[in-house]
T-cell receptor
Framework: EDQVTQSPEALRLQEGESSSLNCSYT??????LFWYRQDPGKGPEFLFT???AGEEKEKERLKATLTKKESFLHITAPKPEDSATYLC????????????FGQGTTLQVKP | NAGVTQTPKFRVLKTGQSMTLLCAQD?????MYWYRQDPGMGLRLIHY???????AKGEVPDGYNVSRLKKQNFLLGLESAAPSQTSVYFC??????????FGPGTRLTVT
């Protein structure tokens, strides 16, 4: 069964304290892994797409990496404005664009 | 570009009432999706469309109907609302890269 699991469920960091969020997946034939950021009361905002093991993408303080079994979202020297829920999703093998989402990790960065 | 817009933003229904949620996108995307998001359940796909005039069932389609008469619009209907349909509803669209872009959401309460 195709499945996406994110850990931890919640993470509290002090401003400047770097950490990583994990997304592990089981899918028959990965066709893309997506990271989103969701602020309270808003829709998910697209961050990155990763397609193959070893691939990395960066945006400001965020860096996403991909292995054959999991992806990490590394947050370097986070700021309070990085506080949000981060969602991971994988595209299932079909020409439908359907994604399977994990439950998300809620990040709180305290000043 | 407005991206993905949803109408209305909030709605309160009584059990048994009907309503239609409208999603519009101006990115010329082929694929469109309707999700619901509930605490602890993550994003769950209700219905989706791979092109104008097509619709298909997602993970939780019961109690909902959809139509895609125009490429830019995707309508979600509730024929007889139930309290279990209280949720936040998100519409998304994607092009050939399959990264989905989300609307701001509709918060629906059924009493």
């Amino acid at each position: 069964e195709d499945q996406v699991t994110q850990s931890p469920e919640a993470l509290r960091l002090q401003e400047g304290e770097s950490s990583s969020l994990n997304c592990s997946y089981t899918v028959s034939g990965l066709r893309g892994l997506f990271w989103y950021r969701q602020d309270p009361g808003k829709g998910p905002e697209f961050l990155f797409t990763l397609y193959s093991a070893g691939e990395e993408k960066e945006k400001e303080r965020l860096k996403a990496t991909l292995t054959k079994k999991e992806s990490f979202l590394h947050i370097t020297a986070p700021k309070p404005e990085d506080s949000a829920t981060y969602l991971c999703a994988v595209r299932i093998p079909a020409n439908t664009g359907k994604l399977i989402f994990g439950q998300g990790t809620t990040l709180q960065v305290k000043p | 570009n407005a991206g993905v817009t949803q109408t209305p933003k909030f709605r309160v229904l009584k059990t048994g009432q009907s309503m239609t949620l409208l999603c519009a996108q101006d990115m010329n995307h082929e694929y469109m999706y309707w999700y619901r998001q509930d605490p602890g359940m993550g994003l769950r796909l209700i219905h989706y469309s791979v092109g104008e005039g097509t619709t298909a069932k997602g993970e939780v389609p019961d109690g909902y109907n959809v139509s895609r008469l125009k490429k830019q619009n995707f309508l979600l209907g509730l024929e007889s609302a139930a309290p279990s349909q209280t949720s936040v509803y998100f519409c998304a669209s994607s092009g050939t890269a399959y990264e989905q872009y989300f609307g701001p959401g509709t918060r629906l309460t059924v009493t």
